[in-house]
T-cell receptor, first 114, second 115 residues
Framework: GENVEQHPSTLSVQEGDSAVIKCTYS??????FPWYKQELGKGPQLIID?????GEKKDQRIAVTLNKTAKHFSLHITETQPEDSAVYFC?????????????FGTGTRLQVTL | GAVVSQHPSRVICKSGTSVKIECRSL??????MFWYRQFPKQSLMLMAT?????????EQGVEKDKFLINHASLTLSTLTVTSAHPEDSSFYIC???????????FGPGTRLTVT
C-alpha cells in the first residue's frame, strides 16, 4: 500500500520567515495530495491540496509544489505568523474516482516564534 | 458548507463498558465516511471506511467486532467501541466525503478516556 513520509518532524521559525515541509510518497498511482493543519484537540482542517495534473498551486501565503517524477510534494508557508503554529499533515490519495482513502504523513509540528 | 460534527466531544467510560460516537454531515449527504484514530503526538490512522447502507471495510489489524460501525443514513455514521479497555483511550476522528470526490471533510474529534 501507499507509504507517506514527512520531514521535518518539528520546525521552529521566526515570525515573518518562511517554512517548508516536505513529503514523499511511494505509490505512483496516487494523484491527490492534500495538506491539513491540526490545532491541539481539534480535527484536521484542509488548507490546500493539489492534484497530479498540476505542478504548483498557491493560495495567499500558502503554496504546494508537486514533483511526480520524484514522488515528492512540499508545503511552503511565507510570512509566517504565530497563528500558523500547529501540526501539519500531508496526505496522499491512492484511489481517485471514489471517495478517496487518504494515507497520512507523520506530521510536522510548526512553531512560529515572535 | 461541508461541516462535519461529532458527538460527544469527549467521553470517559469505565473499562468493560461500551461507548458510541456519532459523526454527522450537517449540510451535505456523505456517501462515504471514514473513521480514524489518533494517539498523542502521532498521525491519523485509518480504522475503517463506511459506505451508507453497506458494511464497513476495516483496515488490517482493526477488530471489526470491537469497533462497530453503522452508517444508516447519508448524514450519520456511528462508531461503537465495545468492551472498552484503557488501551482504547485515544482521539477518534471521522471524516465524510462524496463519491467521485477527492475531498474529505473532518469532524472535530472525540476524546475517549477509558478508566
Amino acid at each position: 500500500g501507499e507509504n507517506v513520509e514527512q520531514h521535518p518532524s518539528t520546525l521552529s521559525v521566526q515570525e515573518g520567515d518562511s517554512a517548508v515541509i516536505k513529503c514523499t510518497y511511494s505509490d505512483s498511482a496516487s494523484n491527490y495530495f492534500p495538506w491539513y493543519k491540526q490545532e491541539l484537540g481539534k480535527g484536521p482542517q484542509l488548507i490546500i491540496d493539489i492534484r497530479s495534473n498540476v505542478g504548483e498551486k498557491k493560495d495567499q501565503r500558502i503554496a504546494v509544489t508537486l514533483n511526480k517524477t520524484a514522488k515528492h510534494f512540499s508545503l511552503h508557508i511565507t510570512e509566517t505568523q504565530p497563528e500558523d503554529s500547529a501540526v501539519y499533515f500531508c496526505a496522499a490519495s491512492i484511489r481517485p474516482g471514489t471517495a478517496s482513502k487518504l494515507t497520512f504523513g507523520t506530521g510536522t509540528r510548526l512553531q512560529v516564534t515572535l | 458548507g461541508a461541516v462535519v460534527s461529532q458527538h460527544p466531544s469527549r467521553v470517559i467510560c469505565k473499562s468493560g463498558t461500551s461507548v458510541k460516537i456519532e459523526c454527522r454531515s450537517l449540510d451535505f449527504q456523505a456517501t462515504t465516511m471514514f473513521w480514524y484514530r489518533q494517539f498523542p503526538k502521532q498521525s491519523l490512522m485509518l480504522m475503517a471506511t463506511s459506505n451508507e447502507g453497506s458494511k464497513a471495510t476495516y483496515e488490517q489489524g482493526v477488530e471489526k467486532d470491537k469497533f462497530l460501525i453503522n452508517h444508516a443514513s447519508l448524514t450519520l455514521s456511528t462508531l461503537t467501541v465495545t468492551s472498552a479497555h484503557p488501551e482504547d483511550s485515544s482521539f477518534y476522528i471521522c471524516s465524510a466525503g462524496l463519491a467521485d470526490s477527492y475531498e474529505q471533510y473532518f469532524g472535530p474529534g472525540t476524546r475517549l478516556t477509558v478508566t
